[in-house]
């Protein structure tokens, strides 16, 4: 068996390396690296074969069977590159783009416009003007459902009601779909609820709300709707807990 390092030098001087890959295509680069890479473990395999018949392998001749098979892998990756820039580049310009561009983003829910840090919500009244004109205040085209007029209404309101609303079917916004209309709520009148409703206690209050309401649609007009609020403390803060008369 070869064991003499000028002898070894000579095999590796004449190792035929394969010719330049071809640049077709990259699939044509990848068959051509396996067929290599097969073709080489092959041929370094079939000759260890022989020399073992030949001889036992000494541990100098297989580190320099080690050295040849790195050698030949490097030669490989010299010839055949992992992949041009100009691919990689594609590749992840493709990626960024698979989101199709005829995607609509999610409309955002509509804003109170009043927020409710500027409403005193130690005051009773306050609490229910301002949740009363929330939710009576709707535009269908861009609520989609009343769910919309409940979100805007519910920093005024105890999650239970809330809830309960937006569960719950609203005659008063089926009416205003089907004439066309958007309501705007100009005035909220505010009084105590009086005799026909439970006195006042520190942790619940009835209000009777009033409100004016300016409906513009396939005929303008206006309504006056009265509803009859309970209030219930949290704290320091009061919510609406009911509404009735919707």
Do not use: F
Request: hydrophobic content about 40%; cysteine-free.
């Amino acid at each position: 068996m070869t064991d003499s390092p000028d002898e070894w030098r000579e095999i590796l001087r004449g190792w035929e390396y394969p010719e330049d890959a071809p640049t077709e295509s990259r699939r044509e680069r990848r068959r051509a690296k396996k067929a290599h890479y097969r073709g080489a473990s092959r041929r370094t395999a079939q000759w260890v074969r022989e020399e073992r018949r030949r001889d036992p392998i000494t541990p100098t001749a297989a580190l320099v069977i080690v050295l040849l098979v790195l050698v030949i892998g490097a030669g490989a990756r010299l010839l055949w590159p992992a992949g041009d820039p100009a691919s990689k580049v594609a590749t992840s310009t493709a990626s960024a783009d698979d989101k199709p561009a005829g995607t609509p983003s999610p409309a955002p829910a509509p804003e109170p416009s009043q927020d409710p840090a500027a409403v005193d919500m130690s005051d009773p009244a306050a609490v229910a003007e301002a949740a009363v004109r929330h939710y009576l205040t709707r535009n269908p085209p861009e609520d989609g459902d009343h769910t919309a007029a409940v979100r805007r209404a519910a920093p005024y309101m105890t999650r239970s009601l809330a809830m309960n609303l937006s569960e719950s079917a609203d005659p008063a916004y089926g009416r205003l779909v089907s004439r066309g209309g958007i309501s705007t709520v100009t005035t909220v009148d505010v009084r105590p609820a009086g005799a026909a409703l439970p006195v006042d206690t520190p942790l619940r209050v009835w209000r009777t709300a009033t409100a004016d309401v300016s409906v513009q649609g396939y005929t303008d007009y206006t309504e006056h709707p009265t509803l009859q609020v309970e209030l219930m403390a949290l704290g320091a803060e009061w919510r609406v807990s009911r509404m009735l008369g919707l």
